[in-house]
């Protein structure tokens, strides 16, 4: 059973370009968290989706940040206009349908985006 | 807001010591993972504690938690070189029905000879 694949998993992009993070979940899972690691920091949840369908993005910044969870292919993180600070390992990670609170989260490798 | 701290951030351990890294958390939650980071690595799940008292062991570490103190504690018996990572603790955060984390900033564990 493969575990969460993500990629790229090194993403480089200048100033002002767009950055797209791809995850595909765990065989079975239907629920994927993403949250981003910035140097020498813990991990900061940002969205919560469910097939085709945002449950909670309150970590996600107001602008140039989208996410989306398709009913087929990989949920995509989605930064329009990249600026440096968006430098930082954004990691995906998914959980089996339950979605509970006890389920593990399961995480992949992370994409790690640097911004010229 | 929920607030997750651990301590030590930094934890120089010489192979053979034993030693506690403490997780607190500022709200109610009962539900508490750790995770182990390698250095450009993904976050490995160590444990997921459920209820008060809990108690789990695998190899040298073990980890607990209260949930009246709102704090979790991981321990490292006879440290070895193996151990050597950054540890996380996460807590869920209260008033959700899902695994929304919210992470402490980290304990990175260096076990030298």
């Known amino acids: 059973n493969a575990g969460v694949m993500q990629n790229p998993r090194h993403l480089v992009r200048r100033r002002g370009q767009e950055a797209r993070l791809r995850c595909s979940p765990m065989k079975g899972h239907s629920h994927v968290y993403w949250y981003r690691q910035l140097p020498e920091e813990g991990l900061k949840f940002m969205v919560y989706?469910?097939?085709?369908?945002?449950?909670?993005e309150s970590g996600m910044p107001k602008e140039r940040f989208s996410a989306e969870f398709p009913k087929e292919g990989p949920s995509i993180l989605r930064i329009q206009q990249v600026v440096r600070g968006d430098s930082a390992a954004y990691f995906c990670?998914?959980?089996?349908?339950?979605?509970?609170?006890?389920?593990?989260?399961?995480f992949g490798p992370g994409t790690r985006l640097l911004v010229l | 807001e929920l607030k997750v701290e651990q301590n030590p951030l930094f934890l120089s351990m010489q192979e053979g010591k034993n030693y506690t890294i403490y997780c607190n958390y500022s709200t109610t939650s009962d539900r508490l993972y750790w995770y182990r980071q390698d250095p450009g690595k993904s976050l490995e799940s160590l444990f997921v504690l459920l209820s008060n008292g809990a108690v789990k062991q695998e190899g040298r570490l073990m980890a607990s938690l209260d949930t009246k103190a709102r704090l979790s504690t991981l321990h490292i018996t006879a440290a070895v070189h193996d151990l050597s990572a950054t540890y996380f603790c996460a807590v869920v955060t209260g008033g959700t029905s899902y695994g929304k984390l919210t992470f402490g900033q980290g304990t990175i564990l260096t076990v030298h000879p």
């Open positions: 989706l469910q097939k085709e369908n945002i449950i909670d």
């Open positions: 990670a998914s959980s089996p349908p339950s979605g509970g609170t006890t389920e593990t989260q399961y």
